[in-house]
């Protein structure tokens, strides 16, 4: 079974990429300009490195988790793989795209 090793270095860098998807959020609630891409991008960061991590954990085999370990690392590629597209979807619809080329106000 394997150790978790986390230092505070990593453990800082993970809560501010959070950090950083949660403003962005903010920034394209408030119908910011080019907040849309904002969003997109710290989505990808946030996500991409979750299914990234996910994923290396999956190619260092069956000696680091167990098989039931590898069924929640799959599952957890799916969700954050879904979560990935359903924030590209809601990003670039073509609502959100009124939304933010000024057709309405912002809330």
């Known amino acids: 079974m394997a150790v978790l090793n986390a230092d505070a270095l990593s453990m800082t860098r993970g809560a501010l990429i959070a950090l950083v998807l949660l403003i962005a959020s903010w920034y394209a609630l ?3 300009r080019y907040g849309n891409f904002v969003l997109f991008a710290a989505a990808v960061l946030y996500y ?3 299914i990234i991590q ?3 954990l999956l190619g260092q ?3 680091v988790f167990s098989k039931d370990g590898e069924m929640r690392l799959w599952s957890n590629i799916i969700r ?3 979560a990935l597209l359903f924030v590209t979807w809601a990003t670039f619809s073509s609502k959100t ?3 933010f ?3 309405t106000d912002a809330p």
Do not use: V
């Open 30 to 32: 408030l119908g910011k």
């Open 48 to 50: 991409g490195a979750l």
């Open 54 to 56: 996910s994923a290396g």
């Open 61 to 63: 085999g069956h000696s």
């Open 80 to 82: 954050q793989s879904l």
């Open 97 to 99: 795209r009124f939304y």
């Open 101 to 103: 080329s000024g057709g």
